[in-house]
């Protein structure tokens, strides 16, 4: 068994300090599943404003990552913390892969089909959040998805016919699909109609967005073909934590992985293909 070692931070975009623990850890035991690894334990890295934040609020923001360490299978075994100006929590998340089973961004071929198994759009209820635009069920599906642990993960390592997986974060579907692309030396070809989260459609018709969307696609837009500025590249450009794993498979496999999604409680719809051509992402017309 080879020992994969991940280290992700995170700050607030809810104000509950359980939540916020909670996302955060599931967050950071995502990479450890898109490298096909099941996690053994993690160790807690914690900057807080000791001045501002109460010992109880602190202590919740642990309480939340812990119970999400729980039911990944895996304690906290220690960890470090020191007085910060913003409060920031993550974790050092360790796992175990076979050597020869883990899985990179970097493996997708002309031929493959991709699947995602997170609808988009966290950034954006995210974004409504902080402007009082969310109601509960928006909230609800705001932390149903971000603390959902990307379990398929270490169900796909060694999987015939799967290349290549990472997970969707900051980047934004656009953005990650690209690093498969690159990976690949060959096209990536996403569908126009992505999954959605609930309510997401109508909070972009409404005008809300992240300012990281804007960035992401300052930053690759170049390398992208056939998106006009819209509500859908908003979508597609839309950061997400604690995101899905997109995965590229050979096309015969995919009802399998698909069914091998649900047993995890996931769905896995296609999102797209990869073809000759450039490392690019071209995102075919409706």
């Known amino acids: 068994q080879a020992l994969v070692a991940t280290t992700d931070f995170f700050m607030p975009v809810v104000d509950d ?12 035991l995502s990479d450890v599943y898109a490298m096909g690894g099941t996690p053994i334990l993690a160790l807690a890295l914690v900057g807080m404003p000791v001045n501002v934040l109460s010992t109880r ?34 974790l050092v998340a360790l796992g175990l892969v076979h050597p020869d089973q883990v899985l990179t961004n970097r493996g997708a071929r002309p031929g493959d089909v991709l699947m995602l198994t997170k609808a988009l759009g966290v950034g954006v209820l995210s974004a409504a959040f902080k402007q009082g635009k969310l ?13 959902k642990l990307n379990t398929l993960g270490a169900k796909l390592a060694g999987r015939a016919g799967v290349h290549a997986v990472t997970d969707v974060t900051g980047f934004g579907l656009l953005g990650h699909a690209l690093e498969v692309a690159r990976g690949a030396g060959a096209t990536v070809e996403l569908t126009p109609d992505p999954p959605v989260l609930a309510g997401v459609e109508r909070l972009l018709a409404d005008g809300v967005r992240t300012g990281a969307s804007g960035r992401n696609w300052a930053a690759y837009g170049h390398e ?61 017309p409706r």
């Not at 300090?17 to 599931?26: H, L, M, N, S, V």
């Not at 923001?61 to 999400?68: D, F, H, N, R």
């Not at 006009?228 to 496999?253: K, N, Y």
Request: aromatic share 4%; proline share 6%.
């Open 17 to 28: 300090p359980f939540d916020f623990g909670r996302i955060a850890a599931t967050n950071a």
């Open 57 to 90: 609020t602190i202590g919740r923001i642990l309480q939340g990552g812990a119970s999400v360490c729980a039911a990944a299978g895996i304690p906290v075994a220690g960890g470090h913390s020191i007085d910060s100006v913003e409060p920031i929590y993550g």
């Open 135 to 147: 109601d509960k069920d928006g909230y609800r599906t705001l932390m149903d998805s971000t603390t």
């Open 224 to 284: 992208v073909e056939g998106l006009a500025e819209g509500a859908l590249r908003d979508l597609l450009t839309d950061p997400q934590t604690s995101g899905g794993l997109l995965i590229a498979a050979d096309a015969a496999e995919v009802e399998a992985l698909q069914a091998l999604a649900r047993i995890e409680g996931f769905s896995a719809p296609v999102v797209g293909r990869v073809v000759e051509g450039p490392p690019r992402v071209r995102v075919a």
